[in-house]
């Protein structure tokens, strides 16, 4: 019961994120080729446990900071992309190295809205969410440094 209860945490905090939050950094492509040896600072966001090839991924960029973690507007960069069920590669470039986090929401059928019984999510680093943090953990249980290289990170998407 704990886990569905913190599932069901985690897919509300990561569902009612704002779609369209006022932009603070900018909607950018997939672009795999900026991930490849020698090019960076970049972080190759590995997805797992996608439900369905239907609707959109979206996975967005924040300074590791408490300032600034899931902060409306306050995101770096966006990446939307079609979804594809089980795993996927997400490029995601950063502009300098320093202390990043991410979060991604699978929003199923591409409405644009919150779908709690449907929708999926998850965050860098994968933390174990609870009834106590509502869905929402602190940027430093999600924030991961990168340096000039590309770092991969593995991201697992959870759904009720």
Same mark, same amino acid.
């Given at each position: 019961m704990l886990k569905f209860a913190a599932s069901l945490a985690l897919s509300t905090a990561l569902l009612t994120m704002p779609v369209s939050a006022s932009v603070a950094g900018q909607k950018i492509s997939n672009d795999?080729? =900026?991930c490849r040896t020698g090019k960076g600072p970049a972080v190759l966001v590995n997805l797992s446990g996608v439900k369905a090839s239907s609707g959109k991924i979206r996975v967005q960029l924040y300074r590791g900071t408490k300032a600034e973690w899931l902060k409306k507007g306050a995101w770096i960069n966006r990446i939307e992309?079609?979804? =594809?069920a089980n795993a996927m590669a997400i490029c995601m470039p950063v502009p300098s190295s320093g202390t990043y986090g991410i979060a991604?929401?699978?929003d199923m059928n591409g409405n644009g809205k919150t779908d709690i019984s449907k929708d999926g999510g998850g965050m860098s680093n994968n933390p174990s969410i609870n009834i106590f943090n509502l869905g929402k953990p602190g940027y430093e249980k999600t924030a991961f440094p990168v340096g000039n290289e590309v770092k991969s990170i593995n991201i697992e998407i959870k759904y009720l």
């Open positions: 795999l080729s =900026k992309t079609p979804a =594809k991604v929401r699978h």
